[in-house]
């Protein structure tokens, strides 16, 4: 009996081996990514996603070794890439997201910062498994018969088929359309573990290819009702306040509102941010809600108030769609439209997408003399001087898009940000972004003033708001420190992912603060309002007319105000006390109401339908 012991242990030490270095690497991961203890549910489900692999092993006889080896390295391989994107994006990596991976040459040195040694622990095994092979070749190995192995085979699969199979439905009774809307990832990758969630988004994927599918006529018609409900208007605040006069937005790196009236060391972080603020209509309550798509989600959310991709960039995903964005609506409205950026015309597909939207021109890096860099590219102080010089040519009226870009992430080039005290943050994340967002502040002051000085406020309305983070999560203690947090939950965190915006109005008209809940998403229909717009196919809402304060994120958090719902916990929280609050039916409606947004938002872009809905006039 020993002897038949010690043989089924050699004949199968390799598999043994296999489950328990994978096991171990996918818990690890799982701990990582998931705010409380794993669950024993989770262990299960993590458990059974290995079982299909090992079914297949057992049906092997001389290639065994390496399969199984291979299998290891691609495994520890896609969970090194796997906590590399979580770091940066807060998020599981997807397939779509993969092709976007071009993306990564222009922001390196941003993923070089979050990448430690300790991220590739899960390949130190790939190394050991040399010898093991060899010693592994050394043994005498008595196979099973083919019919003994098919029935390992067949049995094991089943086992993980079938705990795969009852841990999937649990979810789906939990949170219907998740699966197939794949719009929570973090969520199922702490409920079912992260192979589980990989093959899943492969289902997905493979099984759905988007463009060339069918829509229902039923569900077109649902999507027309649901859209005719969105715009009817409440109220005519500020209506037609922007005719004829010139639109200037500008869209501000990782400018986040903790920053805004703020000092460190006794220095004011954004002197002239919060000069402009006091003489503009402010919002004090405005999210980002970008997803994978990071800056380009910002623009595309506020050029069509649609919701980003489900995964991957919009930018690159729907690049051939029709659009009703604001280039468009204000070509048709006869003004002159152009998007600035000093970097790249390539990066983040800009240079096809801008057609896409309708901009006449887009002046890119080559369009500006680079003559003094700061930062990923051309300084801030460059860009915005030489932009002013071309909005002067510009035939009135216009409506102009800028992103600036010198206080991107990792924030490190503090010798171009100049001198700053950050006292005790000397030499920290945190204390390198103030340098950069002072920097970036200085910057635009100085821009605001020049349009000031050269009579252009007089005709114009001007948009500034942040794009999205500055601080990742993964530094978010020293975010805390600086505020002085004591409470630190996920409501918290979500609390300071507000950005600044504000509208300034010739003659410094309806200043003041607006405190409704709004976000990225509600910037066209805003300004659609003041410049009598024809929108019809925007999920956001004009803020200055609205009797709700609903805001949806790309993976399904959501808030009205009152209660905040973050989705990768499945958790209510009580904004007023900061406490987590039970479930109730209405919570429940209201949740799988947001889901359907994100998916007829998902419709109108996957299917082209705004393509449709015009052709059909």
Do not use: C
């Amino acid at each position: 009996m020993r002897n038949r012991t010690k043989l089924i242990f050699l004949n199968n030490v390799d598999i043994i081996i296999f489950f328990i270095l994978v096991t171990a690497k996918l818990f690890h991961y799982a701990k990582i990514i998931s705010p409380y203890t794993i669950q024993y549910n989770l262990k299960l489900a993590i458990i059974a996603s290995i079982l299909p692999i090992i079914s297949i092993a057992f049906i092997l006889t001389k290639r065994r070794l390496v399969f199984l080896y291979i299998a290891d390295l691609i495994l520890s391989s896609l969970l090194v890439v796997d906590m590399i994107y979580f770091k940066y994006y807060k998020d599981i990596i997807s397939i779509r997201a993969i092709s976007n991976s071009v993306l990564l040459s222009g922001v390196t040195a941003s993923v070089e910062q979050l990448i430690m040694p300790s991220d590739f622990i899960y390949l130190v095994d790939v190394a050991i498994l040399f010898p093991l092979i060899i010693f592994r070749k050394r043994i005498q190995i008595k196979h099973y018969s083919s019919n003994v192995r098919i029935s390992l085979f067949a049995l094991v699969v089943a086992i993980g088929i079938i705990i795969d199979g009852l841990s999937i439905s649990s979810l789906n009774k939990q949170q219907p359309l998740l699966l197939t809307t794949m719009s929570n990832k973090l969520y199922i990758a702490n409920s079912l573990g992260v192979l589980n969630y990989h093959m899943l988004d492969l289902y997905n994927f493979s099984s759905t290819s988007i463009k060339n599918t069918k829509i229902s006529t039923q569900r077109i018609e649902e999507i027309k009702a649901f859209l005719n409900k969105e715009h009817i208007k409440v109220s005519e605040n500020l209506s037609g306040e922007g005719l004829g006069k010139n639109l200037i937005v500008i869209q501000v790196e990782a400018l986040q509102q903790f920053v805004i009236n703020s000092e460190v060391n006794g220095n004011i972080i954004t002197p002239n941010l919060n000069r402009w603020i006091n003489k503009s209509l402010y919002f004090d309550n405005y999210f980002y809600q970008v997803a994978a798509g990071t800056t380009s989600d910002a623009e595309f959310m506020s050029m069509n108030s649609l919701y980003p991709a489900e995964s991957g960039a919009a930018y690159y995903v729907y690049v051939g769609d029709t659009l009703e964005s604001s280039p468009k609506l204000f070509n048709n409205k006869g003004y002159y439209t152009a998007a600035m950026h000093g970097y790249a015309e390539g990066f983040w597909n800009r240079e096809s997408m801008y057609k896409t939207e309708g901009f006449k021109n887009f002046y890119g890096e080559h369009s500006y003399n680079i003559n003094e860099t700061v930062g990923l590219g051309l300084s801030d102080k460059s860009f915005l001087n030489q932009s002013i010089e071309k909005i002067k040519t510009f035939k009135q009226p216009y409506y102009t898009f800028l992103i600036t870009l010198s206080s991107h992430f990792p924030f490190n080039d503090t010798k171009g940000y100049g001198n700053f005290d950050v006292g005790k943050y000397e030499n920290t994340l945190l204390g390198d972004y103030l340098k950069g967002i002072h920097y970036t502040d200085e910057q635009l002051g100085n821009f605001l003033d020049k349009l000031e000085q050269e009579g252009i406020m007089k005709n114009s309305i001007v948009v500034v708001y942040g794009d999205h983070y500055a601080i990742p999560n993964t530094d978010v203690s020293q975010l805390y420190e600086f505020e002085n947090v004591t409470e630190q939950t996920d409501l918290t965190w979500y609390m300071y992912q507000k950005v600044p915006m504000f509208i300034h109005f010739p003659n410094d008209n309806h200043k003041g603060v607006n405190h409704t809940y709004s976000g990225q998403m509600d910037l066209l229909p805003t300004l659609a309002n003041m410049f009598n717009l024809p929108i019809k196919y925007t999920f956001g809402k004009d803020i200055m007319n609205t009797n709700t304060q609903y805001i949806l994120f790309r993976e399904g958090s959501f808030t009205d105000g009152k209660v905040f719902y973050i989705s990768w916990t499945n958790t209510y929280y009580d904004i007023a006390t900061g406490k987590t609050i039970a479930e109730t039916s209405e919570l429940k409606m209201k949740k799988e109401e947001i889901l359907n947004d994100l998916s007829y938002s998902d419709d109108i872009l996957n299917h082209n339908l705004i393509k449709k809905f015009e052709g059909s006039k």
